[in-house]
C-alpha cells in the first residue's frame, strides 16, 4: 500500500515536471503546422536559391506508383503517397514543403 502511494505521488510529479515541456513542443508544432497551411492554401512556394515561383498543382508523376496526373505534386490521390518536398522547376533544387 506505502509502495503505491509511493509511485502514485512519483508519477504525478514527473507529469507535473514534464507538462511545460509538452506545452513548448505543441507550440512549436503549432507553429510549423500553421507555416505549412500558409504554403499549401497559397498554392506557390518559392524557391529559396534562384527565388523562381513553383506551382504546387501541376502534371506530375507519383514516385511510388509512376501514376500521371494533374493536382497537387506533394500527394497522390491513386496511393495516397505524400511527398515531402520537390525539385526546382528553374534550378532542380530540391524544395522541402512538409
Not at 508519477?11 to 515536471?17: H, R
Not at 511545460?20 to 506557390?44: C, D, E
Not at 534562384?50 to 497522390?76: F, H, P, Q
Not at 503517397?81 to 530540391?94: A, E, I, L, P, Q
Amino acid at each position: 500500500m506505502k509502495s503505491s502511494f509511493v509511485r502514485t505521488i512519483a508519477l504525478a510529479t514527473l507529469y507535473i515536471l514534464a507538462a511545460p515541456i509538452y506545452a513548448i513542443v505543441g507550440i512549436r508544432r503549432v507553429g510549423h503546422l500553421w507555416s505549412v497551411r500558409n504554403v499549401l492554401t497559397a498554392g506557390k512556394i518559392t524557391c529559396p536559391h534562384c527565388s523562381a515561383v513553383n506551382d504546387l498543382d501541376v502534371l506530375s508523376i507519383c514516385g511510388r506508383c509512376k501514376t500521371v496526373e494533374y493536382g497537387n505534386r506533394l500527394r497522390c490521390s491513386a496511393c495516397r503517397n505524400v511527398t515531402k518536398g520537390f525539385n526546382c522547376d528553374r534550378c532542380t533544387v530540391t524544395i522541402w514543403v512538409l
